[in-house]
């Protein structure tokens, strides 16, 4: 019987990378996205795709009992990959835009990982990969929300693999930094919705820069790997015998995971500055 991955926020980039690849290398992949119509889309491209959005709780329910049915009640690895972010000063960042962005990031990620486990106890085996990032790693301006939930994911993230160290489930955080998707692009809306920028203190900022690099496209950023990267590191997190604690993807995440643990926080705050 093929191994069994249900993979998050499979519409676009990094997660339907991950569709592709897994499938590729003989896995069964249930491919899920928070709308119909990329469901739809990657079922005419032959996966199963249940419709699973960390925001409402009846998904998480009903698309979970879609993948057991599906596979006779087991699941091999879950990748939770599915999130965003709301880009803008924390000091512009309202309560609401902050809870939206925990709500999808962590609270959802949580909820659907402590359903899944229940199962692979009962198997006696399985691997969860959680989608972190370089900026669970340290922090950087304009991005106060996603900084805030992939920190806290890696809290619930290291907890968990101390807890399940005593099972055959291996936890395993990915640490991704630039790669090709469409964050940039999805991340609009948010700004739109939650970021009063023309009444902001930082205003003239925010036209030097944040809005820049959020409308305008230059291009690949410096360092950027195509999805396909994580992919890589992925397959590898579910089949080693013994996975490391954690993987990183792309160089920038190597050099801030060295500096964070040799520089004093003065000198890391430099380099995040001027980077």
């Known amino acids: 019987m093929k191994k069994s991955i249900l993979i998050t926020g499979c519409s676009s980039g990094i997660g339907y990378d991950a569709a592709h690849g897994m499938r590729d290398a003989g ?9 119909q119509a990329d469901c739809d889309r990657l079922i005419a491209e032959g996966f199963e795709s249940p419709l699973l959005d960390y925001n409402d709780t009846a998904t998480l329910e009903s698309g979970l009992a879609e993948v057991l049915a599906a596979t ?22 309202p309560r609401d835009a902050l809870r939206a962005n925990f709500e999808t990031n962590v609270f959802g990620v949580h909820d659907l990982t402590t359903r899944v486990i229940p199962v692979m106890r009962a ?9 972190s990032s370089v900026l669970g790693l340290v922090a ?23 807890e399940m160290a005593d099972t055959e489930i291996k936890i395993v955080t990915m640490n991704t930094g630039p790669v090709t998707s469409d964050i940039r692009k ?37 360092f950027e790997l195509p999805a396909s990267a994580v992919t890589a590191k992925l397959l590898t997190a579910v089949t080693h ?35």
């Not at 896995?27 to 709308?35: I, L, M």
């Not at 006696?124 to 959680?130: E, M, P």
């Not at 004093?264 to 705050?269: C, Q």
């Open 27 to 35: 896995w069964r992949v249930f491919a899920s996205c928070r709308r």
């Open 186 to 222: 999805k991340s609009i809306p948010h700004f739109e919705k939650w970021i009063d920028w023309e009444n902001s203190p930082r205003r003239a900022q925010y036209e030097s820069t944040l809005r820049k690099r959020l409308y305008q496209d230059s291009g690949p950023d410096k």
């Open 140 to 162: 950087m301006r304009w991005r106060s929300a996603y900084n805030a939930t992939k920190f806290a994911l890696e809290g619930l993230t290291d907890t968990l693999r101390l």
């Open 241 to 275: 015998p013994n996975p490391k604690p954690r993987y990183y993807v792309t160089t920038p995440t190597y050099l801030m995971g060295f500096f964070r643990r040799i520089l004093p926080t003065r000198a890391l705050d430099w380099v995040l500055r001027k980077g």
């Open 123 to 131: 198997q006696g085996h399985g691997r969860i990969v959680n989608h």
């Open 72 to 93: 006779g009640g087991t699941l091999d690895a879950l990748f939770n990959n599915g999130g965003f972010g709301t880009p803008g000063a924390a000091e512009d960042l």
